[in-house]
């Protein structure tokens, strides 16, 4: 499966560059959703959504704006038909657009926008994404930074949680233990200030 990381944020894409860049499968692309619709061809675009399917604010938008409106009248649709109306958070579902044959999952990022309190979210989200879209035979789907924006979880550390849960998805484990279970710690990570990669250096404003 293609999978393109899509932002317009200079430093996020330069985040997920220094983890993704060895993955060939993966593609970094520093773009707005529209031109990269029409200069791409794929499958599946990724909703970083809310838990109602109400899609009028930042890459939700740019995807009602591309698909038109009535795909966010299916979504609420699902919600309310599988979800009593407020879908989980980090839990995803697939529909289809109504345009091009290509697939839409959503996938909450939060309740209603508000800032991210638990960067865990953006593993949890990556992953279901993924399992979502390779349950349904997915080629090629473009993913936005999850709690990129009103989120406000920092680049380093979305691009960090994204290639973690990328990792796990793509390589899952025969047998699970505790040992598996506390392989990763990403918890006393967030105590301990300790990460990967250091903050890139801020880009020109023309660059973002």
Known sequence: ??????ST???????????FSNY?????????????METHKLDCVASPANSYGLMDGGFDL???????????????????EHFKGEQPVATSFIVDTGKD????????????PFPVKDPMIVYQCMRTTLITALENNIESIVIPAFCGECGDVSPKVIAYL??????QVFNPPNSID???????????????????VEEP????????
Do not use: N
């Open 1 to 6: 499966m293609k999978i393109y990381l899509l």
């Open 9 to 19: 944020k200079a430093i996020m894409v330069d985040c997920w560059y220094a983890y």
């Open 24 to 36: 060939p499968d993966v593609f970094v692309v520093c773009d707005d959703l529209k031109i990269f």
């Open 62 to 80: 740019a995807i009602s704006e591309y698909f038109g409106w009535g795909l966010q009248e299916r979504v609420q649709k699902h919600i309310i």
């Open 101 to 112: 044959d290509i697939k839409l999952i959503h996938t909450p990022t939060m309740r209603v």
């Open 162 to 167: 994204m290639f973690e849960a990328y990792k």
């Open 178 to 196: 505790w040992d598996y279970a506390l392989r990763w710690s990403p918890e006393l990570q967030y105590v301990m200030e300790s990460w990967k």
């Open 201 to 208: 250096t801020a880009p020109e404003k023309d660059d973002i």
